[in-house]
Structure formats: C-alpha cells, structure tokens
C-alpha cells in the first residue's frame, strides 16, 4: 500500500462514527492529502531533479497582491521532503517576496512593515535578521561562491521609485555597497545574468530596461512590467504584457517574441501575475487566476510552475501547486543545477534564436456583440492612465482577409489620457469592425488590457478605428 493510500485509509477508519462537521473536516483533509500527493509527483516529473517552491500566502483577506501588510504565511513544497505544502514560517506575519538562496537551503524575505531583511532555513529554522531595506534579489558570484542580496528602500509604490539599490552579503551581511545611484527604480523588477554582467530594471515603470552593471549604462528594451534577466549567459529578457497574460521575450540584438502564459489549465485564460524565472532558465514560476483583477486578488489565486520548451517559445507543461482556497503570491522556484534532463548548460545560443514574426494581416468583419467587459475606472486601472477593455463578438461575414472562427475578441480603447471614450455599443448590435491581431501590435505591450468575460478562449484582436 503507497503512503497516501495508508493515510487516507487509516485516517477513515480513525473517523467512523464522528460527528458529522468533524466527518467534514476530515474528508476535506483527505482531499488535500490526495491532491498533495498528486502535486508531488508532477513536480518532480515536471524538474526531473530536485525541485522547492515558496510564496507567501494571506490569511486573512485575499486582495494585498503586493504584500505590503503583516498578515501572511511563508508557505513551501519540497516533494524530496515530504508529498505535501507546509508552513515555513507561520503567521500572522510579513514575508514579501521569498527568495531562494542558490544552494535553496535557505529564504530572504522582507518584513515590509518593520522595513527589515531577514533569512531563515528551508525548514524554519536559524530566523536571522540581515539588514534594513527591501530585499530584491538574491545572487551568488560564480567566481568566489559569494552570495549577495540586492535590495532597495521600502517602496512598493510605482509612482514612488527608489534611486538607489545597494548589495550586502548573505554570510556578512555587514559587507555592503551600493549598485545603482541617481536612477529611479521600482520594486520587484531586480534579477541578474549568471555572471553579473547585465541586470533587468524598471527605471521607472513602464520603462524597461538592460542595465550594465559595469558600465551603468541602460539598453532600453520596451515598456510593461515585472522583467525578468534570464539566470544564464544569454542576457535575454522577458517583459510582462499590459494584458497579464503574455511575456515578451527580447535578446539584446533586438529579437522579439511572445510566449503565452494564462493557458495553464485552472486559469482559463484570465489574468495571472507575480510572473518570476527561475535559478534555471527552463523554469518559471506566477500566480493566478485574477478573475477580478489583479489588484482585487481572489480566493483562488494559485502558485503555478512552468517549464520551458528547449527554445524558449513556450511553456511545454505547468503544475498548479497551490489550492487551498487562499490568496498565494510571490512564488519563487529553485532547481537543482546540474541534475536531470533540464540541467543547466550554456545557453548563449539563445540570444540567437529566430524571433517571431507576424506579417500583417488586416481583417474585415461584420460581427454581433455578444459580450462587454465593464468599463474600469481610473482607479482600477492604477498607475495606468489608460487601458483597452475587451468586447466579444460573433462573427457574420467575413468581409476581407481571413478568419476561421466563429467568435473573435476585440480590444478597443476604453480610457485614453485619463478620459473614458464612450462606447456606445449594446450586446446584440451587429457591426463592421477593421481589425489587426493583438499580437501584432507590439507598441501595446506595455499598455493595461483589461478583460473581463465569460469565454475568453477566441482570437484577440484589436480594432483599429478605436483611439
């Protein structure tokens, strides 16, 4: 009999004539065991290697995405250790955006209330208090086995950027110098190439950009949110889409393409958040589903954990690792280098690799509207000053260009310089629409998209009438 079948077993017999709430109980509890068991496996099939996972997850409430308050869990997965989620550190506390450390024996993690960096072991143990600040990332310098933590001041606030960064070492943490002066910067958007010779900024946000640490000279590479540095040689980048669905990948050569991450199943197409690349370029980790928003959370928000294709052009299979009915963010994913099929090999050859193009294909319809995503406000959009909302439609007629489908999205202009245009379109009204794929329009990846609707499953396009 497997471990999970002898647990559930002997926890059913223990529950015989219990009460019927407590029978409850323990049935869910079974559940989670199951599902536990499950998650364990597919992690490990998943890395091929030994594989950690930690979050932070609220305990009470569902909407503080960015952590900012006292009030969560620090939450962990190691199938090596045991077939099942537990707690690292409990709560109520704060632990804003949990790192692993390169060895993944240890977590960095901000009290963002007390302004404090602290470490702790894998299993809870060895809390130790480490500096003041926020912590941003945690790097080991491949020649001296030094590892560093890169932090800035406590803002969380994008319109309220820092303008330094600073790095002190783990092992000694008085050891301290500053990385970057007189450039604003937000939170959460720090992550360094293997050998520290590049390190992804938002500086600030939209803007995007390759920061040679060296040099202190900036290659812009586009406009949107969370970046990320690739954590091998290649020095690529991804960038998170307005619409919190997509990364666009970019080499500093000037490649471009897009890899689509709100189809894991579970998520179903929504918005998802928190995207984070892992110790090993194949693996990537984010949180969702945000059926009500980002900013709203949700009792659903899960911890997800993806693998790469070989060529980096998409996700090849995902792991939900959380389900407890609870707000889980800040996921971070540690790998065991050097094991495994997905071993950590040089990847240069990736800033080479073929982008991916889009020749332009203009289509013309006449189409039903089905469906409308509400009209956001200012502050729901916050700090975005404009956004595209998404329409549904069913199509009539195929006018020009090509289209298989029978149902299309269509992303117009819903605010634009703080002003709301008026759609006047009612569910039912047959229209002609001039329309262009979303994808193609790579000037709007760093725009708010905000979709709201039942069937988000269809072609996104964008109407090009619209602004």
Same mark, same amino acid.
């Given at each position: 009999m497997s471990l999970s079948r002898q647990w559930i077993s002997e926890r059913l017999t223990c529950?015989?004539?219990?009460?019927a709430w407590l029978r409850g109980i323990l049935l869910l509890s079974l559940l989670a065991g199951c599902r536990d068991a499950s998650v364990s496996g597919e992690l490990r099939q998943l890395a091929d290697a030994p594989i950690k996972v930690v979050w932070c997850r609220q305990q009470s409430g569902t909407d503080d995405v960015f952590?900012?308050?006292a009030g969560?869990? %620090?939450? @962990?997965?190691?199938?090596?250790?045991? +077939?099942?989620?537990?707690?690292? %550190?409990? @709560?109520?506390?704060?632990?804003?955006? +949990?790192?692993?450390?390169s060895t993944g024996d240890r977590i960095v993690f901000t009290d963002v209330p007390k302004g404090t960096i602290y470490a702790v072991n894998w299993d809870g143990t060895g809390l130790t208090e480490l500096s003041s600040g926020l912590a941003e990332e945690v790097w080991a310098d491949p020649e001296t086995g030094i590892e560093w933590v890169y932090k800035m001041s406590v803002t969380t606030d994008m319109k309220n950027p820092a303008h330094e960064a600073w790095r002190f070492q783990l092992d000694n943490p008085a050891v301290e110098e500053v990385v970057v002066t007189d450039m604003p910067l937000n939170a959460d958007h720090i992550q360094l190439s293997q050998d520290g010779a590049?390190?992804?900024?938002?500086?600030?946000?939209?803007?995007?950009?390759?920061?040679?640490?060296e040099s202190g000279e900036v290659k812009e590479v586009g406009k949107g949110c969370w970046p990320a540095m690739a954590p091998d040689n290649s020095y690529l980048m991804w960038i998170f889409d307005g619409p919190h669905r997509n990364l666009i990948f970019h080499s500093l050569d000037g490649k471009r393409w897009v890899v689509n991450i709100n189809g894991a199943s579970g998520i179903n197409g929504v918005e998802v958040y928190h995207p984070r690349w892992g110790n090993l370029d194949r693996f990537l980790c984010m949180t969702g589903p945000y059926r009500r928003g980002v900013y709203k959370g949700?009792?659903?928000v899960s911890v997800y954990v993806g693998r790469f294709n070989e060529k980096l052009t998409k996700v090849?299979?995902?792991?939900?690792?959380?389900?407890?009915?609870?707000?889980?963010f800040y996921p971070d994913v540690w790998v065991k280098p050097g094991v495994g099929r997905y071993a950590d090999v040089d990847y240069v050859h990736f800033g080479e690799a073929s982008a991916v193009d889009h020749e332009e294909e203009r289509l013309v319809v006449k189409a039903r509207l089905v469906e409308k995503t509400?009209?956001?406000?200012?502050a729901d959009i916050a700090p975005y000053t404009q956004t595209l909302v998404v329409y549904r439609y069913k199509v009539n007629d195929v006018v020009s260009g090509q289209f298989d489908g029978r149902q299309l999205l269509v992303a117009h202009w819903g605010i634009v310089d703080r002003k709301t245009i008026d759609l006047p379109l009612k569910v039912g009204d047959l229209v002609e629409l001039e329309l262009e794929p979303y994808e193609n329009r790579g000037e709007l990846e760093g725009e708010r998209l905000v979709m709201e609707l039942t069937d988000m499953r269809h072609p996104l396009f964008y109407d090009l009438k619209g602004k």
């Amino acid at each position: 009999m497997s471990l999970s079948r002898q647990w559930i077993s002997e926890r059913l017999t223990c529950g015989m004539g219990a009460p019927a709430w407590l029978r409850g109980i323990l049935l869910l509890s079974l559940l989670a065991g199951c599902r536990d068991a499950s998650v364990s496996g597919e992690l490990r099939q998943l890395a091929d290697a030994p594989i950690k996972v930690v979050w932070c997850r609220q305990q009470s409430g569902t909407d503080d995405v960015f952590a900012k308050k006292a009030g969560f869990l %620090l939450m @962990g997965f190691d199938p090596q250790d045991r +077939p099942a989620e537990r707690v690292i %550190l409990n @709560g109520p506390g704060s632990y804003h955006k +949990p790192l692993f450390s390169s060895t993944g024996d240890r977590i960095v993690f901000t009290d963002v209330p007390k302004g404090t960096i602290y470490a702790v072991n894998w299993d809870g143990t060895g809390l130790t208090e480490l500096s003041s600040g926020l912590a941003e990332e945690v790097w080991a310098d491949p020649e001296t086995g030094i590892e560093w933590v890169y932090k800035m001041s406590v803002t969380t606030d994008m319109k309220n950027p820092a303008h330094e960064a600073w790095r002190f070492q783990l092992d000694n943490p008085a050891v301290e110098e500053v990385v970057v002066t007189d450039m604003p910067l937000n939170a959460d958007h720090i992550q360094l190439s293997q050998d520290g010779a590049y390190m992804c900024v938002q500086h600030p946000w939209p803007q995007i950009g390759a920061l040679h640490v060296e040099s202190g000279e900036v290659k812009e590479v586009g406009k949107g949110c969370w970046p990320a540095m690739a954590p091998d040689n290649s020095y690529l980048m991804w960038i998170f889409d307005g619409p919190h669905r997509n990364l666009i990948f970019h080499s500093l050569d000037g490649k471009r393409w897009v890899v689509n991450i709100n189809g894991a199943s579970g998520i179903n197409g929504v918005e998802v958040y928190h995207p984070r690349w892992g110790n090993l370029d194949r693996f990537l980790c984010m949180t969702g589903p945000y059926r009500r928003g980002v900013y709203k959370g949700g009792a659903d928000v899960s911890v997800y954990v993806g693998r790469f294709n070989e060529k980096l052009t998409k996700v090849d299979e995902w792991v939900q690792v959380s389900d407890r009915k609870a707000a889980d963010f800040y996921p971070d994913v540690w790998v065991k280098p050097g094991v495994g099929r997905y071993a950590d090999v040089d990847y240069v050859h990736f800033g080479e690799a073929s982008a991916v193009d889009h020749e332009e294909e203009r289509l013309v319809v006449k189409a039903r509207l089905v469906e409308k995503t509400p009209m956001p406000t200012l502050a729901d959009i916050a700090p975005y000053t404009q956004t595209l909302v998404v329409y549904r439609y069913k199509v009539n007629d195929v006018v020009s260009g090509q289209f298989d489908g029978r149902q299309l999205l269509v992303a117009h202009w819903g605010i634009v310089d703080r002003k709301t245009i008026d759609l006047p379109l009612k569910v039912g009204d047959l229209v002609e629409l001039e329309l262009e794929p979303y994808e193609n329009r790579g000037e709007l990846e760093g725009e708010r998209l905000v979709m709201e609707l039942t069937d988000m499953r269809h072609p996104l396009f964008y109407d090009l009438k619209g602004k």
